[in-house]
Nanobody
Framework: QVQLVESGGGLVQPGGSLRLTCAAS????????MAWYRQAPGKQRELVAV??????NYADSVKGRFTISGDNAKSTVYLQMNSLKPEDTAVYYC???????????????WGQGTQVTVSS
């Protein structure tokens, strides 16, 4: 089973930046979409950003501050987060919809989550 491994979370002051990385343990045969979600304490998981063949979309709360990018050849997705705010504090999860090998169904892969805390 392919696993997604996240890194790059941590504690940052308001206005600071972080870059999250999510790498698959094996290279996927094909990728349909890559995305980042987040879940703050007491709140539902929400979509932060997604990139696929139709383009890239962001939650209104992060537009202009966050940038998602993917490297299909490396089966890796990134999230560059700038101008961070305390309300960005959450556990961030990566998500890749992909086929691990030719002929197998699409599967929804999730990372284990990485904590991002924005505080002075």
């Amino acid at each position: 089973q392919v696993q997604l491994v996240e890194s790059g979370g941590g504690l940052v002051q308001p206005g600071g930046s972080l870059r999250l990385t999510c790498a698959a343990s094996e290279t996927f045969f094909s990728i349909n979409a890559m995305a980042w979600y987040r879940q703050a304490p007491g709140k539902q998981r929400e979509l932060v950003a997604v990139t696929n063949t139709d383009g890239t979309n962001y939650a209104d709360s992060v537009k202009g501050r966050f940038t998602i990018s993917g490297d299909n050849a490396k089966s890796t997705v990134y999230l560059q987060m700038n101008s961070l705010k305390p309300e960005d504090t959450a556990v961030y999860y990566c998500n890749i919809v992909a086929r691990a090998r030719p002929g197998v169904p699409l599967y929804n892969y999730w990372g284990q989550g990485t904590q991002v805390t924005v505080s002075s």
